[in-house]
């Protein structure tokens, strides 16, 4: 573990990791706008963790979208987290967290003249 948390600190300093997050950001702000814009509005689900979120999203109302899909992954970063390296975990954390705010906070409203229903 030791080892893991050294290989962890060493990454913070490179440009490729920083890189790597700035990416992230882009693609989940991206993914959470089209989410936002797209899905939710038409009552469409995704697959994968996303898609349970917008099924239970769209069942309930009280929860929000971006709460829903960080505590639909708990359970899959505590599994992962002895499966995966430190790096992986932390790298896949702050994309979790970077697409639950990005479902929170980036609304676009986009008119559906002709929907696909």
């Given at each position: 573990?030791?080892?893991?948390?050294?290989?962890l600190l060493n990454d913070l300093r490179s440009w490729r990791f920083w890189?790597?997050?700035?990416?992230?950001v882009i693609g989940c702000a991206i993914f959470g706008a089209v989410v936002n814009a797209?899905?939710?509005?038409?009552?469409y689900f995704a697959g994968g963790a996303t898609g349970l979120a917008l099924l239970i999203y769209s069942l309930t109302d009280q929860i929000s979208l971006g709460i829903l899909y960080a505590l639909i992954n708990?359970?899959?970063?505590?599994?992962?987290?002895?499966?995966f390296s430190l790096r992986?975990?932390?790298?896949?954390?702050?994309?979790?967290?970077?697409?639950?705010?990005?479902?929170?906070?980036?609304?676009?409203?986009?008119?559906?003249k002709?929907?696909?229903t």
């Open positions: 573990m030791k080892e893991q948390i050294q290989e890189y790597t997050l700035l990416m992230m797209i899905l939710v509005p038409q009552n708990i359970p899959i970063f505590i599994v992962g987290f002895r499966e992986y975990i932390v790298l896949s954390l702050c994309g979790m967290l970077i697409y639950s705010l990005a479902l929170e906070w980036i609304h676009v409203p986009i008119e559906a002709d929907p696909l």
